[in-house]
């Protein structure tokens, strides 16, 4: 289990892990709902492999700046030992909205990629849902690892919480 990093620890280290842990779930994550793309029934093996590793990439570029985003915004230089919550929730915000956005532009402008018939898709928006999804639940994770505790809780508080 990871140690909880107290304020004033190295937050670097925090950053490093978040990063690290969340290219390894975004990768999974983009092998498992291939099946929900058309890219899967008619795409080569070469194709979707070159899909999934594109994507990977562009997940761990948005998962980056999501977070730099945060900071920017709402950061403190404490974190992560305080001002967690206001961190996590636009860190969740900024990949959501950025996906609601990609998956609008390039399913339904540019056609760059194009869901199966398995592919849930959000009511309204005509998101996919697994691929909005994988911005709360992949984000959640890798900041609870990264950090040790839940991602909206502040350090010290939870001792007496």
């Not at 008619?42 to 900071?71: E, P, R, S, W, Y």
Request: net charge positive; with cysteine.
């Amino acid at each position: 289990m990871t140690a909880v990093i107290e304020p004033g620890t190295d937050w670097t280290r925090t950053l490093r892990r978040y990063l690290a842990v969340s290219a390894v779930l975004h990768l999974i994550w983009e092998v498992v709902q291939l099946p929900l793309y058309t890219i899967w029934s008619t795409g080569t093996l070469k194709q979707q492999a070159f899909a999934v590793f594109h994507c990977t990439i562009g997940d761990v570029m948005i998962a980056a700046l999501a977070l730099l985003l945060a900071f920017a915004l709402v950061g403190r230089p404490t974190w992560p030992g305080s001002g967690a919550l206001r961190v996590y929730a636009v860190c969740l915000a900024g990949g959501a909205s950025y996906t609601i956005y990609s998956e609008w532009l390039n399913v339904s402008v540019r056609g760059s990629w194009a869901y199966s018939k398995l592919m849930p898709t959000v009511p309204l928006i005509g998101t996919g849902l697994t691929p909005l999804l994988q911005w709360f639940v992949i984000p959640t994770v890798a900041l609870w690892f990264a950090i040790g505790r839940a991602p909206w809780r502040d350090g010290k508080s939870d001792a007496t919480t």
